[in-house]
C-alpha cells in the first residue's frame, strides 16, 4: 500500500508513476478525500484539545472547591461534538482505505515507461542447441515416454491440471529438491514448509486481495474464509506479519516448496497446451525483508540466485527488466528469467523476481526498530521464483531431447534421480 502522506506530498511523482501503470484514474478522488479527511480531523483535534482544556478546568475547580457545574456541562458539548465528527471521519479514512487497497505500487524511475513491447532484454546465457534432427515439442516427448498423463489428469480434475507419472513424477520431485539444496547450501536462505490455505488478510498483506480476487481458488463455507495461495510468497511474507522486527535479524532470506493454485481466469487466448499455463503447479520460492537502503542491491543478488540454477542445469536463459505496464500491481522494479525451449521454439517465463519497497510490508505492518532509531520504519520485502517447475521442465525435456525419444538427465539431477542418467519408455 502507498503511503498516503508521500502521495500528498509527491502528488506528481504519484501521478506520472501511477500513469506509467495505467492506474491513475482514482488519484483526484484519492486526494479530495484525503483533503475532506483532514480538515475534519483538524477540527476534531481542535475539539479535543478543548476538551483536555475543560478536563483541566474542572480539576483546578475541584481542587479550590468551587462548583465545576457550568465546566462539566462545557466539556460534555464538546465531546458529543466530537463524537458526532468521529463517524464521518472513520467513514473518511475507511473509503481512503478501500482506494488505497486498489492502487498499485508506483514504478522504479529505472525501468522501460510502457507494455510488454517496452521490456528491455539485460543479458543472455548459453547456447542454443543446434540439433542433428528436428526437435519434438514436450507434449510429444512425453506422451511417447509415458511420464505425464494430461487426458487423465483432466479426468480427475479438469482441462489444465498435471498427473506426472513413473520418471516424469521423479523428475519434477528432483528438480525440487535440487532447487531447496542450492538455495540453502550455497545462498544461505532458510528453509521454511507453509500451508497453502491463507486467510484474507495474508492475501490482502501482499497485495492479491482486493485486486486479485478473481484468480484466486476461494474456500467460503461453514465459517471458512480461506484462499488456496497463488505463490509461496504469500504465506512466507506474512510470518512477519503485524511485528516489529529487530535491525539485527535483518537481512531475512527465507526459501519454500509449495504448490501454487491460479485460476488463470484471464488465459483466454493464450497458450495453454501441455505444461505452459496450469491451474495447479510447483515452485521453489525466495523471500527477502531487508532494510531499504540495500533493496536493489538485494534485488540484483536474487536475481542470481535464480540464474544459478539455469547455470547449474545448463538451460539457455535471457533476463528481462520488465516495462512499467508489465509489472505485478505491487512491484516496484521486476526483473524475468526466460528459458529456452526449442521444440516450441520459445522463450518461456520461469521466475520472476521483485522488489516491493515498503509496498508489502506497509499493508502487511511488517517494521524493524534499531537502537538509533526513533520509531520503526518499514522493512523492504522483495521474492523471487527460484524457480517454477512446469516451464523449467519443459525446457530440461525439450533442451535435452534425442533423436530417440529419449530425454537425457542434465548430470546435476541425476543424484536425485538414484543415479538415471536417460529417461525411456
Known amino acids: 500500500m502507498l503511503d498516503m502522506k508521500f502521495i500528498r506530498e509527491n502528488v506528481d511523482l504519484a501521478r506520472k508513476g501511477l500513469a506509467a501503470k495505467n492506474a491513475a484514474g482514482r488519484l483526484d478522488e484519492l486526494l479530495a ?29 475541584i481542587k479550590e ?51 510488454p513491447d517496452k521490456n528491455r532484454e539485460v543479458r543472455t546465457w548459453g547456447e542454443k542447441r543446434k540439433f542433428d534432427f528436428k526437435p519434438k515439442d514436450h507434449i510429444e516427448l512425453v506422451e511417447a515416454l509415458d511420464i505425464i498423463d494430461f487426458k487423465r489428469a483432466t479426468k480427475i480434475s479438469g482441462s489444465n491440471f498435471i498427473l ?68 509461496a510468497e504469500v504465506p512466507v511474507t506474512n510470518i512477519y506479519r503485524d511485528e516489529i522486527l529487530d535491525e539485527t535479524q535483518l537481512p531475512i532470506y527465507h526459501t519454500a516448496y509449495s504448490a501454487c493454485f491460479r485460476r488463470e481466469a484471464g488465459s483466454y ?25 540495500t533493496s536493489y542491491q538485494e534485488l540484483e543478488a536474487l536475481v542470481g540466485n535464480a540464474e544459478k540454477v539455469f547455470h547449474l542445469l545448463k538451460l539457455p536463459y535471457r533476463v528481462l527488466e520488465l516495462a512499467s505496464g508489465d509489472i505485478s500491481f505491487s512491484a516496484a522494479k521486476c526483473y524475468d528469467l526466460e528459458v529456452y525451449a526449442p521444440g516450441l521454439d520459445k522463450w518461456l517465463e520461469a521466475s520472476s523476481c521483485s522488489n516491493f519497497e515498503d ?32 516451464r523449467t521442465v519443459v525446457a530440461i525435456i525439450e533442451n535435452y531431447q ?8 542434465p548430470e546435476v539431477l541425476q543424484p536425485y534421480m538414484h543415479g538415471l542418467k536417460e529417461i525411456r519408455k
Do not use: C, W
Open 33 to 61: 478525500l484525503d483533503e475532506d479527511r483532514r480538515k475534519l480531523g483538524f477540527k476534531v483535534d481542535e475539539l479535543r484539545a478543548k476538551k483536555n482544556a475543560a478536563n483541566d478546568q474542572i480539576t483546578a475547580l
Open 65 to 115: 472547591k468551587k462548583d465545576p457545574k457550568e465546566a462539566i456541562a462545557a466539556m460534555k458539548s464538546v465531546a458529543q461534538e466530537i463524537d458526532a465528527l468521529e463517524v464521518p471521519l472513520k467513514e473518511f479514512e475507511e473509503k481512503i482505505t478501500q482506494i488505497l487497497l486498489f492502487i498499485p505500487n508506483i514504478p522504479h524511475p529505472s525501468i522501460p515507461v510502457g507494455g
Open 164 to 231: 506426472y507419472k513413473k520418471a516424469g513424477a521423479l523428475l519434477e520431485r528432483a528438480l525440487i529438491n535440487f532447487m531447496l539444496d542450492l538455495h540453502t547450501r550455497e545462498h544461505g536462505y532458510a528453509e521454511v514448509f507453509p500451508p497453502v490455505l491463507v486467510n484474507a488478510a495474508s492475501m490482502t498483506g501482499t497485495g492479491q486481495l482486493p485486486k486479485m480476487k478473481d484468480d484466486m481458488y476461494h474456500l467460503d463455507k461453514d465459517g471458512d474464509d480461506l484462499y488456496l495461495i497463488p505463490t
Open 269 to 293: 487466448g493464450k497458450d495453454t497446451r501441455g505444461l505452459m499455463r496450469v491451474h495447479q503447479f510447483n515452485k521453489v520460492e525466495l523471500v527477502k525483508f531487508v532494510k531499504p537502503e
Open 359 to 390: 509496498f508489502q510490508a506497509r499493508r502487511a505492518n511488517i517494521r524493524y526498530k534499531g537502537k538509533d532509531m526513533k520509531k520503526p520504519a518499514f522493512v523492504h520485502t522483495l521474492n523471487g521464483s527460484g524457480v517454477a517447475t512446469p
Open 402 to 409: 534425442q533423436a530417440d525419444g529419449s530425454i537425457a538427465v
